[in-house]
């Protein structure tokens, strides 16, 4: 039986988080695991830099206002 590994999305929430969906491990800058703050198999990593659980998402880009800079770009349908 082959394992086949879980693919990894992560999906960019409009003027929010990141939103990581699979099986990841986020490693600090020494390699060290951080654990996470929950059991949900989705985690999400803060992207406007005013989070207080930082690399996780506390829900404060809400109160900061944050705005995406630009839309990110669309692919095109997959022939
Ligand atoms: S994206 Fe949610 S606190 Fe930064």
Not at 31 to 46: E, M, S
Not at 50 to 55: A, G, M, T, W, Y
Request: with cysteine; charged share 20%.
């Amino acid at each position: 039986m082959t394992l086949q590994a879980e693919k990894v999305t992560i999906t960019v929430r409009k003027n929010g988080s990141l939103l990581v969906t699979g099986d990841v491990v986020i490693l600090d800058h020494t390699g060290n695991i951080i654990p996470r703050i929950n059991d949900k198999p989705n985690v999400a990593l803060c992207r406007c830099g005013q989070s207080q659980r930082k690399p996780f998402c506390d829900g404060s880009h809400k109160m900061s206002g944050f705005i995406d800079p630009v839309e990110p770009p669309v692919a095109p349908p997959a022939p």
